[in-house]
């Protein structure tokens, strides 16, 4: 029988955002095309690989304390190795800290995956991917793997060139570089005859996405995908508020598949912090862009990011973070403390505020937050929402899909059975702060083929 090693076993745990997510799809895509299996768990696994987030200190422990637990596993035959940001940001330390680390690949370097494993393949302890974050390259591939059949993503543009002073990625994602419309329209009109009737475009800052060939702007890019035969919903993320366009809501309006939801991270409702933050807008130049969006034809949803505790923050800059939350509207915030990260501009201002202190107003702004979203939803209370349908609760008797404007809601659907990946009208029964419930009223629009297996949500 031959070991697991000579079967060219792999086991693939991401962490981090969706850009991660999509990354492991491609890198999943280009491992079986180099004859590699997928197992599922990492005793099974000939090469355990980690793509990793390094965003705030505490996602990038959780990747050492795994190296950790399994590092006994070495002895077995076992290779390691980190992709993605911590890879990029650690570099060949990443060997001094845990020497049972055999590759070491930032994001940027997956094009030369196929190398890098022959090279590992080859016995080579020490095996790197570091050197490429200044490329004009995006990382394209044919392989890649989608694991919902309804829903996927693609890549329009990497890295980001914003330096704002907290942020790690312009370090460990590099430049930014857009896809060509043509390339990203062609995926996506592949995805849609394959049966994908909701396509999100990706960036670290979507909307800063540039045609290399010069022929449409994002908005452009949003509506010719949007118009597809067969594509439903279009979403996009995340979007930048310094690049967020007018023409960007024209194209929400007069596009239906174009999903109305915007994630428009904020950071902080205080322009003097803002202005320490780089983030190049003010308190008004923001709330400027959240009315355009409330003069859209359709209700758009709002979503953003909040980081609390940065160097420096008053208790009057967190008090008008708190008063941007009730001028916005938000149907959701992700909220963070501020964590020093290395080589970012922010290190040279004192890390000054206490952990007590930024934990207290964490909790404060989720609770306002939460409040907010309680009022703010009820206005769902008997409406029709159409709901694309992700599986079936069965502890829970109900059904859970998504909405356009990507609130989840659960249903019940005494009639029919619904299909995963279809379309169905639900009228909505109750709200909570981060749901919606109700009865499925309508079939809106099934897929040909619906799928032999249904997926169980817990
Ligand atoms: N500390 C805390 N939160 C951060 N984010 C980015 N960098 C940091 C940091 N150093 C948050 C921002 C960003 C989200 C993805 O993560 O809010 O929008
Ligand atoms: Fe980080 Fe700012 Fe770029 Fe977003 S825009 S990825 S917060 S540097």
Redesign the pocket.
């Known amino acids: 029988m031959s070991s697991a090693r000579e079967e060219k076993t792999f086991y693939l745990e991401t962490f981090g955002?969706q850009m991660n997510v999509h990354d492991s799809e491609k890198v999943i895509g280009t491992l079986l095309q180099q004859g590699y299996r997928q197992v599922e768990s990492v005793e099974e696994a000939g090469l355990v690989l980690y793509n990793t987030c390094s965003?705030?200190d505490k996602a990038e422990q959780k990747v050492f304390h795994r190296l950790a637990d399994f590092r006994s596993l070495q002895s077995k035959g076992k290779r390691f190795g980190v992709l993605g940001c911590v890879a990029q940001q650690e570099g060949t330390r990443i060997f001094e800290r845990a020497p049972h680390v055999s590759l070491v690949c930032g994001s940027a370097s997956y094009r030369n995956l196929p190398s890098l494993l022959a090279e590992l393949e080859a016995g080579n302890p020490r095996v790197t991917g570091l050197d490429d974050r200044e490329t004009d390259q995006a990382f394209e591939t044919e392989f890649t793997v989608r694991n919902n059949p309804h829903r996927g993503y693609i890549t329009i543009i990497e890295g980001c060139d914003k330096f704002?002073a907290?942020?790690?990625?312009p370090y460990t994602r590099g430049k930014e570089r857009s896809r060509a419309s043509r390339s990203v329209i062609r995926e996506a009109a592949r995805m849609a005859e394959r049966g994908f009737t909701d396509i999100q475009l990706l960036g670290q800052n979507v909307n800063s996405y540039r045609d290399p060939e010069g022929v449409m702007s994002f908005a452009g890019l949003l509506a010719a995908v949007g118009r597809l035969p067969g594509v439903r919903r279009v979403r996009f993320t995340?979007s930048h508020p310094r690049d967020f366009t007018r023409d960007i809501v024209e194209a929400m309006d007069s596009v239906p598949a174009i999903c109305n939801h915007v994630h428009l991270?904020v950071?902080s409702g205080s322009s003097r912090v803002l202005k320490r933050m780089l983030r190049e807008y003010s308190r008004e130049e923001y709330l400027e862009r959240i009315a355009w969006m409330k003069a859209a034809r359709r209700e758009i949803s709002i979503t953003t990011?909040?980081?609390v505790g940065f160097p420096g923050e008053t208790d009057e800059d967190f008090e008008q973070t708190i008063s941007l939350l009730e001028s916005a509207g938000y149907d959701g915030v992700?909220s963070?403390?501020?964590?020093?990260?290395p080589n970012?501009p922010?290190l040279q201002f004192p890390d000054s505020i206490s952990d007590a202190l930024k934990a207290q107003r964490l909790t404060i702004l989720q609770e306002r937050q939460r409040q907010l979203q309680i009022s703010q939803n009820r206005r769902y209370l008997g409406e029709m929402v159409e709901v694309m349908v992700e599986g079936y609760n069965s502890s829970r008797g109900q059904w859970i899909g998504r909405s356009a404007q990507n609130k989840v809601v659960n249903f019940v659907s005494p009639a029919l059975v619904p299909v995963v990946g279809g379309y169905y009208d639900v009228r909505i029964r109750a709200t909570f702060p981060n749901s919606l419930a109700g009865e499925l009223e309508r079939t809106c629009w099934t897929p040909e083929r619906s799928p032999v297996t249904l997926p169980v949500l817990q």
């Open positions: 955002c965003i705030r704002c907290y942020c790690v990625v995340t991270p950071q990011d909040v980081i992700f963070f403390k501020y964590s020093p990260r970012t922010a």
